[in-house]
C-alpha cells in the first residue's frame, strides 16, 4: 500500500510540475472556477464538436492538488464524449467523496486523488476543476464557486 501511495504522490506532483494542456483555447466556450476556501482560481476552456469534447485547456493558479487534479481532468476527457466525461465527473465526484465503492486502483490516474477523501479541506480543491467542466458541459456560465 505504501508503493501505491507513492505512485499516487507522483501522479500529483508531476501534473503540478508539468499540467497538460496548460493553455488558453481560442474561440472556446469558458467557464471560471474559484474556491475561495484554498484561493484556487482556473479558466477551463471548452472545444466540443458535436457531442464530442475536441479540446480543453485550462488557465489559472492554486494548490498541488487542484492543478494536478485539473490536468488529470482535462487528460482524461479530451476526445471523449458528452455522456464519457460526464461519467468521469460522476466518478471521481463520488471517489473524493468517498462514496465509491471502487477500487482506486481500477481508475487510472483518477485514483491518485483517492486519498482526498481523508483532508476534508481538499475535497474542493480536487473537484473543482471537475465541477467547472461539468457546468461547462450543461452550458452553464456562471461562476462555479465550491461552497
Ligand atoms: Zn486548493
Given at each position: 500500500m505504501a508503493d501505491l501511495r507513492e505512485l499516487y504522490q507522483q501522479v500529483i506532483l508531476d501534473h503540478n510540475k508539468n499540467?497538460?494542456?496548460f493553455r488558453k483555447i481560442e474561440s472556446a466556450e469558458e467557464l471560471e472556477g474559484f474556491n475561495p476556501l484554498c484561493g484556487d482560481h482556473y479558466m477551463v476552456y471548452l472545444q466540443m464538436d458535436g457531442d464530442v469534447i475536441r479540446d480543453i485547456g485550462f488557465q489559472g493558479a492554486g494548490c498541488a492538488i487542484s492543478k494536478a487534479s485539473a490536468s488529470v481532468m482535462t487528460a482524461m476527457v479530451k476526445g471523449k464524449s458528452r455522456p464519457e466525461a460526464e461519467a468521469f465527473f460522476t466518478t471521481f465526484h463520488d471517489m473524493v467523496m468517498g462514496?465509491?465503492?471502487?477500487?482506486?486502483?481500477?481508475?487510472?490516474?483518477?485514483?491518485?486523488?483517492?486519498?482526498?477523501?481523508?483532508f476534508p479541506s481538499r475535497i474542493k480543491c480536487a473537484v473543482l476543476a471537475w465541477h467547472t467542466l461539468n457546468n461547462a458541459l450543461h452550458g452553464q456560465k456562471e461562476v462555479v464557486k465550491t461552497e
Open positions: 499540467p497538460r494542456n462514496e465509491s465503492k471502487l477500487d482506486p486502483e481500477s481508475l487510472g490516474r483518477m485514483g491518485a486523488f483517492s486519498g482526498v477523501k481523508e
